[in-house]
């Protein structure tokens, strides 16, 4: 079946200090790749999305570029903000309409001052 | 813009008690998805509907039921409540097509005591 396997956090970093969230998945055909994210207290909400191979989904400052040769979908930050403290989720579908999400363990960012 | 509604956003249950929670989907989206985040824990997909058709079941407990009304909301019914079903609950809504993002909802917070 599908599976999301995620970088183990709590991943603590100073503001401006560059990130890296490492997710790698396990999926027949080809799947849609997601980051999604999580405020104290919040539901949550869609960071970038990548539907093929070698798309890469940006946002706020976020990246991530669908590998399918290393099964990877890598977040990445060049300079991280207190306001990015969050957990992040790496997510993935089947990749066609109306299909439910496959999550990671999720990683729990603490930016610092 | 119009958002995915939860009620209620926190339930206090008694062990044995029933819950009902309820999902009112964007407009226009025909497609609502139930998970399941326990404490520290990634979402794990419950249900799913599709014009008001189940189309997908993942780790639901028999004691646990769901419909989606000619509206398109949608209610999560839980019986014979146990400790371990406290957890955050997400609805999620989508609109049918290919590669559809799915848009969260802010959760129920169930503590069963």
């Known amino acids: 079946g599908n599976s999301v396997t995620q970088m183990e956090g709590p991943v603590t970093l100073s503001e401006e200090a560059f990130l890296t969230i490492n997710c790698t998945y396990t999926?027949?055909?080809?799947?849609?790749l997601f980051w999604y994210v999580q405020y104290p207290g919040e539901g949550l909400q869609l960071l970038l999305k990548a539907t093929k191979a070698d798309d890469k989904g940006s946002n706020k400052g976020f990246e991530a570029t669908y590998r399918k040769e290393t099964t990877s979908f890598h977040l990445e930050k060049g300079s991280v903000q207190v306001s990015d403290s969050a957990v992040y989720f790496c997510?993935?579908?089947?990749?066609?309409?109306?299909?439910?999400?496959?999550f990671g363990t999720g990683t729990r960012l603490t930016i610092i001052p | 813009a119009a958002g995915v509604i939860q009620s209620p956003r926190h339930l206090i249950k008694e062990k044995r008690e029933t819950a009902t929670l309820k999902c009112y989907p964007i407009p226009r989206h025909d497609t609502v998805y139930w998970y399941q985040q326990g404490p520290g824990q990634d979402p794990q997909f419950l249900i799913s509907?599709?014009?008001?058709?189940?189309?997908d079941k993942g780790s639901i407990p028999d004691r646990f039921s769901a419909q989606q009304f000619s509206d398109y909301h949608s209610e999560l019914n839980m019986s014979s409540l146990e400790l371990g079903d406290s957890a955050l609950y997400f609805c999620a809504s989508s609109r049918g097509g290919v590669n559809t993002e799915a848009f969260f909802g802010q959760g129920t917070r169930l503590t069963v005591v």
């Open positions: 997510a993935l579908s089947r990749g066609f309409g109306n299909e439910k999400l496959t």
């Open positions: 999926a027949t055909g080809y799947p849609s």
């Open positions: 509907f599709y014009e008001k058709m189940q189309s």
